[in-house]
C-alpha cells in the first residue's frame, strides 16, 4: 500500500529557488533508494537525484551542484531543494521508489520563468 503525494511546486524566475515535498505512505526509507524524477510533455521520464537507505545521493548531470535530495525518516518525507533555476527545470516533478515503475502520484508542476 504506497501512496506518494507530491507538492510544493508552483512557478518561480530563473535564479529562484523551491523545495518539492513527497509524503510517502508504506515505504521505509533505510529499506528504500529513493528518487525525484521529472517529465515534460513529449519527453521520457527523468531521474534527476536519488537517495539510498543509508543516505548517500546521486544526481544528474544537469542538476549537479543547484539540487539537493534529503529525507525525514520520522515524517516519511522526501524533499528536493531547487536552487538557481533555469527554464529548462520546468517539468512535472514526481518521487518514488527508484527503479518502481507503478503507482505514481499526480506530481507537483513546477514552471520556471525568464
Known amino acids: 500500500q504506497v501512496q506518494l503525494v507530491e507538492s510544493g511546486g508552483g512557478l518561480v524566475q530563473a535564479g529562484g529557488s523551491l523545495r518539492l515535498s513527497c509524503a510517502a505512505s508504506?515505504?521505509?526509507?533505510?529499506?528504500?533508494?529513493m528518487g525525484w524524477y521529472r517529465q515534460v510533455p513529449g519527453k521520457q521520464r527523468e531521474l534527476v537525484a536519488t537517495?539510498?537507505?543509508?543516505?548517500?545521493?546521486n544526481y544528474a548531470d544537469s542538476v549537479k551542484g543547484r539540487f539537493k535530495i534529503s529525507r525525514d525518516s520520522a515524517q516519511k518525507t522526501l524533499y528536493l531543494q531547487m536552487n538557481s533555476l533555469k527554464t529548462e527545470d520546468t517539468a512535472v516533478y514526481y518521487c518514488?521508489?527508484?527503479?518502481?515503475?507503478?503507482?505514481w502520484g499526480q506530481g507537483t508542476q513546477v514552471t520556471v520563468s525568464s
Open positions: 518514488n521508489i527508484f527503479s518502481r515503475n507503478s503507482d
Open positions: 508504506g515505504i521505509i526509507f533505510v529499506f528504500n533508494t
Open positions: 537517495i539510498t537507505g543509508g543516505g548517500t545521493t
